[in-house]
């Protein structure tokens, strides 16, 4: 995991807003070919040529979208930005550039948010975008994090929601579920801690659940994957709500139904042996439980040849007509109605 090493306090008020600005921003570097001006004009400059630009930004409130007792900083900036580049990837395309602005609150030193640009730039450097402006400000009350991403693409490779075909096969990435089984184990250390600040967690168990959930990764490999395998999805998503409102959002996206088989979704290891202990639906973690990070694609089925060896892809479903409407098939072989919250949908209908 990332490390914390800032003890010190120093306050923002001793900056100014121009030195906090030139303090964090200072060391970025450019890499990208298409940006011609970065940080430190009154916008940057961008040159893409024949490519289309697609553009993606996220909002992040402290409260509503993370929690910094048990969310270091580091950690923070580091999957702030991989969320934000997910969704390029989501549309088949490069990410090239973000843009970070953040409004912060004077409980924050400038060690905190040398923390949290530690982590911004370490995904800038991964994911290879430059960062290119953004803006800083102060808040009221907690921290407020905007990123906006940026990418390219050839206009024939970048991929909808909307172009599922009935018959198109339905595919992910990697393994889902565990990045919200890591947030309910740091949440109950959250709470033992609390009663019992001597008591040292051991969470040897839960190594991979907990670095899903603090240190997520974006699949920046699968465009080059695609491109390797000359396949061109008919429709993709990524996952970062859950897996079935993701497939919901393509079924209605692209008029079409849908077929899910429950023994094929990927899943961990540690996942099932974490969802026996909570005595949970591993079905429905996997189902509901969101901030996965991976993709989720449709494809012709004559491309079943392409992706069938490669350990990145598993084919979880069908698409169907959109009259037949957007089923789970159990492992039981029964039918039920997918919803956007599996657990519900299995209680109601069973
Ligand atoms: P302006 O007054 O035009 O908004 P600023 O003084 O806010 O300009 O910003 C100066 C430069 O620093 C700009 O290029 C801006 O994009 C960049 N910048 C400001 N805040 C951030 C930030 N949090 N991260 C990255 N770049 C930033
Ligand atoms: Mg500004």
Not at 28 to 34: L, P
Not at 164 to 189: F, H, I, N, S
Request: some cysteine.
């Amino acid at each position: 995991m990332l490390e914390n090493k800032n003890n010190d306090r120093t306050s923002l008020s001793d900056l100014g807003e121009f030195g906090l600005i030139e303090h964090l921003t200072k060391h970025f570097k450019i890499n990208q070919e298409s940006t011609l001006k970065s940080i430190g004009d009154d916008a940057a400059v961008l040159d893409f040529k024949d490519k289309k630009v697609v553009v993606s930004t996220d909002l992040l409130v402290e409260g509503v979208h993370f929690d910094l007792s048990y969310m270091p900083l580091k950690h923070l900036g580091y999957k702030a930005v991989v969320a934000n580049l997910s969704d390029i990837y989501a549309m088949n395309a490069k990410a090239t550039q973000i843009t970070v602005s953040i409004a912060v609150s004077n409980r924050f030193p400038l060690e905190a948010l040398e923390e949290l640009f530690a982590g911004i730039t370490l995904a800038s450097q991964i994911y290879n975008v430059d960062v290119i402006g953004g803006d800083t400000t102060s808040s009221q009350k907690g921290l407020i994090i905007s990123i906006t991403a940026i990418g390219e693409a050839n206009l024939n490779e970048i991929t909808y929601r909307n172009g599922a075909k009935a018959t198109d096969l339905l595919v992910v990435t990697g393994d889902v579920g565990a990045a919200y089984m890591g947030l309910q184990v740091l949440e109950r250390e959250k709470q033992v801690f609390q009663v019992n600040p001597n008591n040292q967690p051991d969470l040897d168990a839960y190594t991979y659940l907990i670095e899903r959930q603090l240190k997520p990764e974006a699949r920046k490999d699968i465009k080059e994957i695609f491109a390797g395998l000359d396949l061109q999805p008919t429709s993709m998503i990524d996952v970062s709500d859950g897996l079935s409102s993701e497939i919901m959002h393509i079924c209605k996206q692209s008029n079409v139904g849908c077929n899910l088989y429950e023994d094929k979704i990927p899943v961990d290891p540690q996942l099932i042996d974490v969802c026996e202990e909570f005595n949970i639906d591993i079905t429905t973690i996997a189902l509901s439980g969101g901030e996965d990070y991976e993709l989720l694609f449709t494809i012709k089925m004559d491309d079943y040849d392409k992706i069938k060896a490669n350990p990145n892809f598993t084919v979880i479903g069908h698409m169907t007509e959109e009259k037949e409407g957007m089923h789970l098939i159990t492992r039981a072989n029964t039918k039920i109605a997918l919803k956007a919250r599996g657990w519900n949908a299995m209680k109601d209908e069973e």
